[in-house]
């Protein structure tokens, strides 16, 4: 146990949510880091390769097969890359989220220390359902997306709350998650989406870093005006190098993630706390059991 474990159950304001996310992680860098690649580690490879053989098509054609552009890429390897791509992205989320959030529910539970064992068990038991669920945000963000932008941002909000809600709920079905989502945030979705919002923009501008490798090569690919490079052809910017540093920075950016994963179970408790009291319930219970034991 740590000497001042964080105590995640109680209010905290934008501010706060935002130290308090940089400093668990700091705090508990070498284990959280440990758990992610130990259990993300096959999903994370595979995700590797994807992400290389899709850009490595790109050495073939930049073109989007659907506008009919004869590119010489066979249209079944292109379709199977990017499903590929896509299931690994989901398994690899999917494992992340509930590898973190069930550090901190164990981080929790033995006040700042992590049992790596309860780690590995809530992961495994819990995969079936944050995969319903993370098909299910999928399907409602993207069906408000299409009946316009409003309502997808704002079905955005509580759903990034309900892999916090499933795991740290009392075995809520994956229905229950959803639908307990929208009551948490319900009278405090402006507050919930600005919090949301300012750290999203922290992770993207914190990933932008491991872009610039990137952005420089293609800027200096450019700006050698090469016979090969063409700005009217995007294509002619990707080869082996172009890979790496893409591959690179998707995996930085898929992994930053982590800090938003963190910071949405802030959020999550200090929404329960406004609403239910829990932690301070809690609190008042403890102290009633140490005066029965003196």
């Not at 399907?139 to 997306?145: N, V």
């Not at 919930?192 to 914190?206: G, K």
């Not at 995996?251 to 982590?258: I, M």
Request: hydrophobic share 50%; charged share 15%; aromatic share 16%.
């Amino acid at each position: 146990m740590t000497k001042n474990p964080i105590i995640f159950q109680r209010q905290r304001d934008l501010g706060e949510i935002i130290t308090d996310t940089f400093k668990f992680i700091r705090e508990n860098f070498r284990i959280l880091g440990k758990l992610i690649f130990r259990i993300t580690a096959p999903v994370f490879i595979i995700l590797l390769f994807a992400i290389a053989y899709y850009s490595y098509l790109g050495l073939d054609s930049f073109n989007n097969p659907f506008f009919g552009i004869s590119t010489g890429v066979n249209l079944d390897m292109y379709f199977i890359s990017i499903f590929i791509l896509v299931t690994s992205l989901l398994a690899f989320y999917i494992l992340l989220y509930s590898t973190i959030l069930h550090l901190i529910g164990s981080y929790i539970r033995n006040e700042g220390r992590i049992n790596e064992n309860e780690v590995y068990s809530g992961v495994k038991s819990d995969f079936g359902s944050m995969l319903g669920l993370f098909l299910l945000i999928g399907l409602m963000t993207g069906a408000g997306l299409l009946l316009c932008i409003l309502p997808g941002v704002y079905l955005w909000v509580p759903l990034s709350l309900t892999p916090a809600i499933l795991v740290m709920g009392k075995g809520d079905s994956v229905i229950d998650t959803i639908s307990n989502s929208f009551t948490l945030v319900k009278d405090n979705w402006w507050v919930t989406f600005w919090s949301l919002f300012v750290i999203t923009l922290l992770v993207y501008i914190i990933g932008l870093v491991f872009q610039l490798p990137l952005i420089f090569y293609v800027f200096i690919k450019a700006l050698m005006g090469s016979q090969e490079v063409s700005v009217a052809d995007p294509a002619s910017f990707v080869d082996w190098v172009y890979i790496v540093f893409n591959v690179i920075a998707s995996l930085a950016q898929y992994l930053l993630t982590s800090i938003l994963v963190v910071a949405s179970a802030f959020i999550y408790f200090d929404l329960d706390e406004k609403k239910y009291s829990t932690g301070s319930f809690k609190t008042i219970s403890n102290l009633g059991a140490s005066e029965k034991d003196q």
